[in-house]
C-alpha cells in the first residue's frame, strides 16, 4: 500500500495538490491567491457560504480538514468504507520515529497512540479546533464540523483575517502596450469569452456542469459521498472566544433557493455530476499552467515544451503566453492531449487538459494576429475590472 500511494502523489503535477476524500487521484492546480470578487472558491466553486463569500470556508479547510489528516478517523467507516482504528493504523505507521509512530508489533491501538501524543486532547486530531457538535458530519461551511482556532483569539478568527489579506493582494503589474491591450479586448467580446468572464474579476460566479465544460469529472464529483452526513450549514458567531465557552453562539447559515441548484452541482451532490466554476482571471500572467488539472501547459519552446511530459515532469515551467495560446486553439490543444496521454504520470493523474472548448482559432475565424492581441490582453489583467471599493 506504501508504494502504491507514493506511485500516487509522485503523479500530481508540482504546483498541484489532492486533499479530496474520494479515493480517486484527481489534483487541482493550486489556485491563485489574488480572490477578490472571485467567488465561489475552490476549482469547483463548492465554497460559498460563510464569511468572505465563502473564502473563509476555503482557507478554514486548509486547516480543519487538508493539513491534519487523523481528523478524518471519525468519518472513515463512511468516507473510506474503512474501521477507524484500521485507518489510524496505516497513517501513523508511517510516522517519524517517535510519540506518533505506531507499532503493529506493539501493545497500543492506534488511537492509543494518538491520544498520548495529542498535543491538542481536549479536540479531534492534532490541529486546534472549535468543533461543532454535529463533528464529524458535513456542513456547506465545513467539510467536518472543526474551525481551526487560536486560543485567545475569536473561534475562526485567523481564517477571517487571511481572507481580509488575501482579498487585498494584486498581482506584480506586467506592462503591456494599451493599443494592443484594448485590440486584445475586442477579441476577447467578439469571442464571446466575455459571456462567462464577466464582472470585476472576469468571472461571472457560476458553476458549469462537468460536462458542459467537457474537462476530466471525476474531481468535480469529489464531494459526493460526504452527501450521506450531512448537517445544516452554520458556523459560531464571529465573537465567540476560543477555547469555547460552554453554551458557545451558533449561527445558522441558511442558503438561498436560487443558490441550491448551483450548490449541490459544485459539491456533485443532488444527483448531479459535479460541475467546475468559472475562473477569475485576475494574474493569469502569474498562474500557468491552465485548466484545474494544470494539463494545458506549453514551454519557452513552442513546438517542443508540449504539456506536462514537456513542461513540469521534465523541470520546465510553462511559459504564460504559449500555454494560453493552447487554450484558444484546438489544433495546439490537441498535440497538448495527445502529449498528457503518453504520460504515465498524467495519466495517473488524471491530467488530460481536455476541455473548455471555447475558441478564438483560424475554424473560428481569427488570425494569429488576433491571438497574439487577445494573449496581450489576457496577460495584462492585474487588477480588478471595475472602479469598486477595495473589499
Not at 484527481?26 to 463548492?46: K, L, M, Q, V
Not at 486547516?63 to 468516507?79: C, E, I, K, R
Request: charged share 20%.
Amino acid at each position: 500500500m506504501e508504494a502504491a500511494t507514493k506511485v500516487q502523489v509522485a503523479s500530481w503535477p508540482p504546483g498541484s495538490f489532492d486533499s479530496s476524500a474520494d479515493r480517486v487521484t484527481n489534483p487541482t492546480s493550486i489556485p491563485s491567491s489574488f480572490s477578490a470578487y472571485g467567488e465561489p472558491y475552490s476549482w469547483s466553486g463548492r465554497e460559498a457560504l460563510g464569511p468572505f463569500s465563502g473564502l473563509s470556508s476555503l482557507n478554514n479547510n486548509v486547516h480543519a480538514a487538508n493539513s491534519d489528516t487523523t481528523q478524518l478517523a471519525a468519518a472513515a467507516s463512511w468516507l473510506f468504507g474503512m474501521e477507524p482504528e484500521t485507518y489510524l493504523g496505516i497513517l501513523l505507521r508511517g510516522a517519524p520515529d517517535g510519540p506518533l509512530r505506531y507499532d503493529p508489533a506493539g501493545q497500543r491501538r492506534p488511537s492509543e497512540v494518538l491520544n498520548a501524543a495529542d498535543p491538542t486532547p481536549g479536540a479531534p486530531g492534532l490541529n486546534s479546533y472549535a468543533v461543532l457538535p454535529t463533528y464529524p458530519a458535513t456542513n456547506y461551511m465545513t467539510d467536518n464540523g472543526l474551525f481551526a482556532s487560536v486560543p485567545g483569539e475569536a473561534a475562526n478568527h485567523a481564517n477571517n483575517a487571511m481572507s481580509a489579506f488575501q482579498n487585498l493582494l494584486r498581482p506584480p503589474q506586467v506592462g503591456a502596450d494599451p493599443e494592443r491591450v484594448r485590440q486584445g479586448r475586442a477579441v476577447f467580446e467578439r469571442a464571446g469569452c466575455a459571456g462567462c468572464h464577466s464582472g470585476p474579476a472576469l468571472t461571472n460566479h457560476r458553476v458549469i456542469p462537468a460536462a458542459d465544460i467537457g474537462t476530466e469529472p471525476t474531481r468535480a464529483k469529489a464531494g459526493a459521498k460526504m452527501e450521506a452526513r450531512l448537517a445544516a450549514p452554520g458556523m459560531f458567531a464571529t465573537d465567540t472566544p476560543f477555547p469555547l465557552p460552554t453554551d458557545p453562539k451558533l449561527v445558522p447559515l441558511p442558503i438561498p433557493e436560487d443558490k441550491l441548484p448551483q450548490l449541490l452541482l459544485a459539491w456533485g451532490q443532488g444527483g448531479t455530476e459535479g460541475g467546475y466554476k468559472v475562473p477569475n482571471l485576475v494574474g493569469l500572467a502569474w498562474s500557468a499552467p491552465y485548466l484545474h488539472d494544470s494539463g494545458v501547459a506549453v514551454g519557452p519552446d513552442a513546438q517542443k515544451d508540449l504539456g506536462l511530459p514537456g513542461t513540469l515532469e521534465k523541470g520546465v515551467s510553462p511559459d504564460p503566453a504559449n500555454s494560453l495560446r493552447a487554450l484558444i486553439d484546438r489544433r495546439i490543444r490537441d498535440r497538448i492531449v495527445a502529449a498528457n496521454e503518453g504520460s504515465e504520470k498524467a495519466r495517473t493523474a488524471r491530467a488530460t487538459g481536455k476541455g473548455h472548448g471555447y475558441w478564438a482559432d483560424e475554424p473560428a475565424g481569427f488570425t494569429e494576429a488576433d491571438q497574439r492581441v487577445l494573449i496581450t490582453y489576457l496577460l495584462s489583467i492585474d487588477r480588478l475590472t471595475e472602479d469598486l471599493p477595495t473589499p
